[in-house]
């Protein structure tokens, strides 16, 4: 099954579970095995596998084990930055976002229209 924006959270929590244990399984490792070699409970990897919320810590161990901290970096690549944004930041990398004037006003008084009544 391919993970979508359309799934729910639970959906997305359950086919990660489930990929995890294939993966887990196609390396020949147990449970406890993948447990003891993250440094979490076997109980813990029962409850990701079946699709339950884990802390981020305990997934980076278990991608690690399961040798997928490439597919990590894939996932969620490297910002990078334009070259005329650093010259208009003066070579500072940004650090927040700032909202433009224009984008402000319509939000505070809406979109412009011709002036027509509705």
């Given at each position: 099954?391919?993970?979508?924006?359309?799934?729910?959270?639970?959906?997305?929590?359950?086919?990660?579970?489930?990929?995890?244990?294939?993966?887990?399984?196609?390396?020949?490792l147990s449970q406890a095995e993948?447990?003891?070699?993250?440094?979490?409970?076997?109980?813990?990897?029962?409850?990701?596998?079946?699709?339950?919320?884990?802390?981020?810590?305990?997934?980076?161990?278990?991608?690690?084990?399961?040798?997928?901290?490439?597919?990590?970096?894939?996932?969620?690549?490297?910002?990078?930055?334009?070259?005329?944004?650093?010259?208009?930041?003066?070579?500072?990398?940004?650090?927040?976002?700032?909202?433009?004037?224009?984008?402000?006003?319509?939000?505070?008084?809406?979109?412009?229209?011709?002036?027509?009544?509705?």
């Open positions: 099954m391919s993970i979508s924006d359309t799934m729910s959270d639970e959906a997305v929590l359950a086919e990660l579970g489930r990929r995890l244990a294939q993966r887990r399984i196609a390396l020949r993948l447990a003891d070699r993250a440094g979490v409970g076997k109980r813990t990897i029962e409850r990701v596998e079946a699709g339950q919320s884990a802390q981020m810590t305990t997934l980076v161990r278990l991608l690690r084990v399961l040798e997928l901290m490439p597919a990590l970096d894939a996932m969620i690549p490297a910002e990078t930055v334009r070259p005329m944004t650093l010259l208009k930041q003066g070579g500072k990398l940004p650090q927040r976002v700032r909202k433009r004037d224009d984008e402000q006003k319509v939000r505070e008084t809406g979109p412009w229209t011709w002036g027509e009544s509705e």
